[in-house]
């Protein structure tokens, strides 16, 4: 019973900020590499920012210096601190944990950024 949560999305203005937390449960939370992946209506879905089991990281050239992705692994918790927001960051975020080709997805969370 694998589950990942997302929260913390929501309706923001340009140049506001959100931060989204996925809790995972059912999964060894450190032997995950965990990530961030958007989706825009009618495209395909893309990551955004992935942290890996060893607390390296790597971002969308789009979101590097605006976004930041780090995970708790006392709480079996990864974040995404996002800054700066433009309307092209609207998406439907999801969260996701892969280890050796095996991957799960949360249920995403919509995140608006219109004025």
């Known amino acids: 019973q694998v589950q990942l949560v997302e929260s913390g999305g929501g309706l923001v203005q340009p140049g506001g900020s959100l931060r989204l937390s996925c809790a995972a449960s059912?999964?060894?939370?450190?032997?995950?590499?965990m990530g961030w992946y958007r989706q825009a209506p009618g495209k395909q879905r893309e990551l955004v920012a992935q942290v890996t089991k060893s607390g390296s990281t790597n971002y969308k050239d789009s979101v590097k210096g605006r976004f930041t992705i780090s995970r708790d692994n006392a709480k079996n918790t990864v974040y995404l601190q996002m800054n700066s927001l433009k309307p092209e960051d609207t998406a439907v975020y999801y969260c996701?944990?892969?280890?050796?080709?095996?991957?799960?997805w949360g249920q995403g969370t919509q995140v608006t950024v219109s004025s």
């Open positions: 059912g999964i060894i939370f450190n032997f995950y590499n």
């Open positions: 996701n944990a892969a280890n050796y080709g095996s991957g799960f």
